[in-house]
């Protein structure tokens, strides 16, 4: 049974910092690219950043700067580090399992991110 576990949502003040993390299990880690998709209330779900197998990344034009995506193989884990946050930043944080290979794609359930004063 393939899971992806998100953490490490929560409520920030603008210019904050938070870290997401996304534990996959079920699937061989490696074989798969990684992605962060957010969705605000009203708002159509987009991507935020993606890490290929081989480490590559992407980020939206709207959090380039500031916005990390990393990948630990050992660990099964995908982190997102987000800095200088802002308001427009708020929305629900999911992570995607894809594999270009067989086009298998797998979600996590969510974490909330909330940046306000």
């Known amino acids: 049974q393939v899971q992806l576990v998100e953490s490490g949502g929560g409520l920030v003040q603008p210019g904050g910092s938070l870290r997401l993390s996304c534990a996959a299990s079920?699937?061989?880690?490696?074989?798969?690219?990684m992605d962060w998709y957010r969705q605000a209330p009203g708002k159509q779900r987009e991507l935020v950043a993606s890490?290929?197998?081989?480490?590559?990344?992407n980020y939206a034009d709207s959090v380039m700067g500031r916005f990390t995506i990393s990948r630990d193989n050992a660990k099964n884990t995908v982190y997102l580090q987000m800095n200088s946050l802002k308001p427009e930043d708020t929305a629900v944080y999911y992570c995607?399992?894809?594999?270009?290979?067989?086009?298998?794609?797998?979600w996590g359930q969510g974490t909330q991110v909330t940046v306000s004063s």
């Open positions: 079920g699937i061989i880690f490696r074989f798969y690219a």
């Open positions: 890490i290929t197998r081989d480490f590559g990344t």
């Open positions: 995607n399992a894809r594999n270009d290979f067989n086009k298998n794609n797998y």
